[in-house]
C-alpha cells in the first residue's frame, strides 16, 4: 500500500468499507462546503476538496440538472481517489 493510501486502496484494504464511502458522497451532496469527514483508523477527509481536485466530478457537478445517479457516480469516483490525512 502507498504511504498516503486513497480511499479505494484502504477500501480494498478493508480499513474503510462501502458505508463509510456511501457517508461520504452523503454529506457531500447535504451540503457541498462540507469540509473535514472522520473516518475509521483515524482518518479524516476534506470531502469538499476531493471534489472540487477531480475534474470529471467538477465538470460534471456544474452541468444543468445532473441525474442523481449520475452525481453519486462521479462523487464515489472523486472520493476514491481522494488521499485523506492519518490524524
Do not use: C
Not at 23 to 28: C, I, L, P
Not at 40 to 63: H, Q
Amino acid at each position: 500500500m502507498a504511504e498516503q493510501p486513497t480511499i479505494g486502496e484502504l477500501l480494498r484494504a478493508n480499513v474503510f468499507s462501502e458505508d463509510d464511502v456511501h457517508a461520504a458522497v452523503d454529506a457531500y451532496l447535504a451540503d457541498p462546503t462540507t469540509r473535514w469527514l472522520r473516518l475509521p483508523g483515524s482518518y479524516a477527509l476534506d470531502v469538499a476538496d476531493a471534489v472540487a481536485s477531480n475534474i470529471a466530478a467538477r465538470e460534471t457537478l456544474r452541468r444543468p440538472r445532473p441525474t442523481e445517479p449520475v452525481k453519486r457516480r462521479v462523487l464515489r469516483s472523486a472520493i476514491l481517489r481522494a488521499r485523506p490525512e492519518k490524524r
